[in-house]
C-alpha cells in the first residue's frame, strides 16, 4: 500500500488491513538511530539512556510525562546546518518549533540566527542575549505593538506578509525615526507535498502575497517608494515536513523571475533571498529526510543557476529549519496507566499525558514511533494504540505501532522525535498540567522549562 513521503499524510483506516505497509519490526527492543537523538542506547540492564542518564531515574526526578533534550544532539544539529551553509548564507532556528530561553541559548553560541512570529518569542529571545539584528520577525497579523516592539529593538529584519503591513510597518519605523530592513512574503504557487494544514505557498491561504496577477511585484514597488522601509530580499516558504528538494527548485526559480522584474523596472538587484523551512524530519523507520549538507548543496545550485540565467548578482541565501534541528532532539517520556485488549482488534494503552502534550496526532493525523523504555522484553508483539487521559476519543499519540505483549501498568514509554511543536502546541486541556522540559547532556539533566503547577493554573484564575 503506498504512502505519502510525510507522517501527515492521508487517514488510513481504524483498523490496520492486511496488506498495510506498517508490520512488527524485528526486534522491539531496538532503537532506529534514524528516529532518536544521536546520544540515546540501551543500557546493559535494557534500560534507556540518553546523555549518559537512564529514563528511570530522569522519571523518578522529573516525574511523567515530561520531554526530554539531548542538549548534545541539539548542538550537533544546529552546528551540521551552520557549516553546511557556510559564510555566504544565513541560518535562521524557527522558534516556533520550540523556544526556551536554554534554546535561545544553545543558537547564539553554535551561531545561528533566529525567527519569531510574536512577541512573546521575540521578548524570550531578547531576554536571553540574542542579538536583535539576528533576529527575524514573522507573521501574517503582526499588532502595531509588536511592530513597534520589533523596530524599536532593531530586529535585523521584518517580513512583510501583506499590502497593509507594508504601510503600517513604514509608518511605525518613520514614527520611530528609522528604516527598517524588510523581506516580502510571496506566495509562488507551488503545491508542496504535505498536509493541507501545513502547505503554506499554495495562493488559497492566509500567508504572504501571491505572485499571481502582479500582486507581488506591485508590494515590491510600495516597499520601495516608502522612507521607513530598506527592502532586502523576498522570502517564500513552501511548507513543513517535506522531503522532495523539487518544490525548493520551482519556488526559487519563480522568486528570481520576481527580483528580475524588480531589477528590470527599478534597476535595484535586491541582495537577499529566503527559502524559508520545511525540510522533514524521520518519525517512523519509513522516512528519509535529507542530511543539511544535502539540502544546502541543492539550494546553492539551483538558485546560482538560476541567477546566472537572468543574469542577476547571486544573492545571499537564508533558510530558516526549526523541526530538522529540534525535532529529533527530543522524545517524551511517559508511564503506562491502564491497558485494554480488544479482541480482533488493538489493546488500548493509556498514558498519563496526551493531546495536551501533543496535539499533532490529532491535528495533522501525524505519524509516530514509540518504545517500551525502562526495561526490554522477549514478549511478542501486539498491535497497539497509544492513547492519552484525555475527554476525547481522538485523544490518540500514537495511532498505530506494536509493543511487547507483556506490557504493564507502571512501564516507561517514550515517543521520540517530540522535540519540535509538541511543547509548542501544548495546552491546558481539562486543566492538565503542561509538562517539564529536561536537558540531559554529559550525565547532567537540568529542567529547562519546568512543569507546570495547579497554583499556576489557578493564579492566572482571577475569579
Excluded at 523518578?60 to 533534550?69: D, K, Q, S
Excluded at 544546529?78 to 553546511?84: E, I, L, Q
Excluded at 549538507?293 to 541543492?298: F, N
Aim: some cysteine; hydrophobic content about 40%; proline content about 5%.
Amino acid at each position: 500500500m503506498s504512502r505519502s513521503a510525510h507522517p501527515a499524510g492521508p487517514r488510513h483506516a481504524d483498523v490496520l488491513t492486511e496488506g498495510h505497509y506498517t508490520a512488527p519490526p524485528a526486534d522491539l527492543n531496538a532503537l532506529d538511530p534514524k528516529v532518536w537523538a544521536h546520544t540515546v542506547s540501551r543500557d546493559e540492564d535494557g534500560v534507556v539512556t540518553v546523555g549518559g542518564r537512564d529514563v528511570a531515574a530522569l522519571a523518578e526526578e522529573f516525574g511523567t510525562p515530561a520531554y526530554i533534550v539531548d542538549e548534545a544532539d541539539f548542538r550537533a544539529r544546529a552546528r551540521a546546518w551552520r557549516t553546511a551553509f557556510g559564510q555566504d548564507a544565513d541560518v535562521f532556528y524557527a522558534g516556533k518549533a520550540f523556544l526556551s530561553r536554554a534554546v535561545v541559548r544553545w543558537l547564539h553560541e553554535e551561531g545561528l540566527n533566529l525567527d519569531v512570529c510574536s512577541g512573546g518569542e521575540l521578548t524570550t529571545a531578547l531576554s536571553a542575549g540574542m542579538p536583535a539584528d539576528r533576529i527575524a520577525f514573522h507573521g501574517n497579523n503582526k499588532s502595531t505593538a509588536e511592530i513597534e516592539q520589533a523596530v524599536s529593538e532593531g530586529v535585523g529584519r521584518i517580513v512583510l506578509d501583506s499590502f497593509q503591513e507594508i504601510v503600517r510597518v513604514a509608518h511605525v519605523a518613520q514614527s520611530l525615526g528609522k528604516r527598517q530592513r524588510v523581506q516580502i512574503r510571496v506566495t509562488v504557487g507551488v503545491e508542496a507535498h504535505t498536509h493541507e494544514f501545513i502547505a503554506t505557498a499554495h495562493e488559497d491561504q492566509k500567508f504572504g502575497i501571491p505572485l499571481a496577477g502582479g500582486q507581488a511585484a506591485e508590494a515590491a514597488r510600495r516597499a520601495l517608494q516608502l522612507d521607513g522601509l530598506e527592502l532586502i530580499g523576498i522570502h517564500s516558504h513552501i511548507g513543513s515536513q517535506i522531503f522532495d528538494t523539487s518544490g525548493f527548485e520551482v519556488a526559487a526559480h519563480r522568486v528570481i523571475g520576481l527580483l528580475k522584474q524588480i531589477r528590470d523596472e527599478h534597476g535595484v538587484e535586491l541582495p537577499e533571498i529566503d527559502l524559508g523551512g520545511g525540510l522533514g524530519i524521520a518519525y517512523t523507520s519509513e522516512d528519509d529526510p535529507r542530511e543539511p549538507h544535502e539540502i544546502a548543496k541543492a539550494l546553492h545550485e539551483i538558485v546560482a543557476q538560476g541567477c546566472e540565467a537572468a543574469k542577476l548578482r547571486t544573492p545571499r541565501i537564508s533558510v530558516e529549519p526549526g523541526r530538522a534541528i529540534v525535532g529529533p532532539t527530543a522524545f517524551t517520556l511517559y508511564e503506562v496507566g491502564t491497558i485494554k485488549p480488544l479482541d480482533g482488534l488493538r489493546t488500548y494503552v493509556s498514558v498519563d499525558g496526551g493531546m495536551s502534550d501533543n496535539i499533532r496526532t490529532a491535528l495533522y493525523d501525524a505519524e509516530y514511533s514509540v518504545a517500551l523504555v525502562s526495561r526490554t522484553s522477549t514478549a511478542e508483539p501486539m498491535l497497539a494504540r497509544v492513547v492519552g487521559k484525555h475527554c476525547e476519543s481522538g485523544d490518540i499519540v500514537v495511532r498505530d505501532a506494536f509493543l511487547p505483549a507483556d506490557l504493564a501498568p507502571g512501564d516507561l514509554i517514550a515517543v521520540p522525535a517530540t522535540g519540535a511543536y509538541c511543547r509548542s502546541m501544548a495546552s491546558n486541556y481539562n486543566h492538565a498540567l503542561r509538562p517539564p522540559v529536561v536537558a540531559v547532556r554529559d550525565g547532567e539533566a537540568r529542567v529547562i522549562v519546568r512543569r507546570e503547577t495547579e497554583e499556576d493554573l489557578l493564579r492566572l484564575d482571577v475569579g
